[in-house]
């Protein structure tokens, strides 16, 4: 329990005529923190937006004491089943032994942490085994440490080596690179950029429709890049074909066109390959890893480029500082957290394991598609990254209950995937996650450490929760805002 308010006026000088400490939480008093505590430090300095979204779902109910494996634990000692992990963050699930241990010796150890001074050994080995995990000559890497980092990276390489007579780049309908001032020019939602001074050098086309790509290369002799997530995460789990893809590489060979593919989401084994890419055979020019890049354990993104299209963009003594890491690329003990995590990826067969458990949880969930025609609309995805997309309910709606509905916050209006997810929470033990422009969709991203157990534990419990009817749902929902 925090027992004095966390602020001071102005700093006063203290006694001995030093600077004075400030009112500072500890450690240990952080971990204490009640619920109370944070809400209110929530309130006060982090988003107090945000706490109406969390109050919503009920998830402000909830301290998280520890986290392992696939689960999580709170403060009343229940276990909840992640089926979110975190966007896709958490590949080896929480707290890996693996992980653990190699960032422990590594501060053991007192190994050095900045890269940016002399040359860095664990940079170089993990620059050294991402390589080694991309086809064709996708070698040349730059690390930072976030999604959004390194697809600004990629983004402005391939501007540069694309050159200045084809400035234009072209990026997707319901496309998410991340919120940095950069790749929100390239990012597809009216929310997040209507109110910014973005660069007006983009072309936007559709979603897998590759007579949308050629006809903009075909027309518009400046675009140099066309940026594309290989499945759209934030757009509520799309996919193009494989013929989208071949056609894809064919056109951008033939115009001169350089391709990013944004793998941040869907890359490093979640599709059942590497890179979600190698499903179709071919392969990009640039592409860009973050979130299980770290393992859980650290902020790590880098981007990966094929070594000629590099080399074009920084590869002179000239030009190399250009985009050079920043002061937090390359850290010693995230690149060693990095290093160990692409080691346990195949030492435990994770990417064939995500392959496996994803089919599987595709077939469950089709079933119940099949058991409850009325309420799940679509299921689809590829390896552990799925998606749940539910029937719109604000026409079916019994007359009865649209009149307490109306008055939800309008996120809630007409979409059940904030009904479902907030009672699989409170019911069940599962956390699942939302989906930025597709309010009806629940994206389901387990770690991939995740075994049919698991699947079959999510599954029973959506079926259950599905078993109670639309109106029994949203009812136990509306019974959970007064309660
Ligand atoms: C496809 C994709 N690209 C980029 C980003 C940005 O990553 P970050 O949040 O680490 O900046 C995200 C984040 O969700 C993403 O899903």
Known sequence: MLDR?????????????????????????????SIGDITTAFKEHLNPGQLHFMKLLGFHKVKIESAEGMFYTDQNGRKIL??????????FGHNHRRILEARQKFQDEKRHEIAIAFMSQYAAALAKNIAACSPGDLDMVFLGSSGSEAMEAAVKLAERAAG???????????????????????????????????????????????????????SDPEIGVIVLETIQGGGGIIQASAEY?????????????????????????????FYAFEHYGVVPDVTALAKSLG????????????????MKA????????????ATFGGMGEACVTAIEGINVLYDEHLIDRAADSGSYL???LQALKAKYPKIIKDVRGQGLMIGLEFQDFSQTLPMVLRPVVSMLD????GSLSGFIGALLLRDYDVLVAFTEYNRNVIRLEPPLICERAHVDQFISALDELLGRGIVGIVKGFLESQIG
């Open 410 to 413: 309008d996120k809630l209006k």
């Open 164 to 218: 200045p007579k084809r400035p234009k780049v072209v990026y997707a309908e319901n496309s998410f690179h991340g919120k940095t001032k950069g790749v929100l020019a390239i990012t597809d939602g009216q929310l997040y950029r209507a109110d910014f001074k973005l660069t007006d050098n983009t072309v936007r086309v559709p979603f897998a429709d590759i007579d949308a790509v050629e006809s903009a290369f075909k």
């Open 314 to 325: 920084y590869g002179t003594s000239k030009t190399a500082m250009i985009h050079a890491m």
């Open 5 to 33: 308010p966390n602020r001071i006026a102005v700093a006063a000088p203290s006694l001995d005529g030093g600077v004075a400490r400030p009112d500072l939480v500890t450690v240990e008093q952080a971990k204490a923190m």
């Open 245 to 273: 893809w071949q056609k894809l590489r064919a056109l951008c060979d033939k115009y001169g066109v350089l391709w990013v593919a944004d793998e941040v989401q869907c890359g490093y084994g979640r599709s059942g390959r």
């Open 362 to 364: 595709l077939d469950r």
């Open 82 to 91: 992640d089926f979110f992990g975190g966007f896709g963050s958490l590949a």
């Open 295 to 310: 393992a859980g354990k650290a902020a790590v993104g880098a981007m990966i480029a094929r070594r000629e299209v590099y």
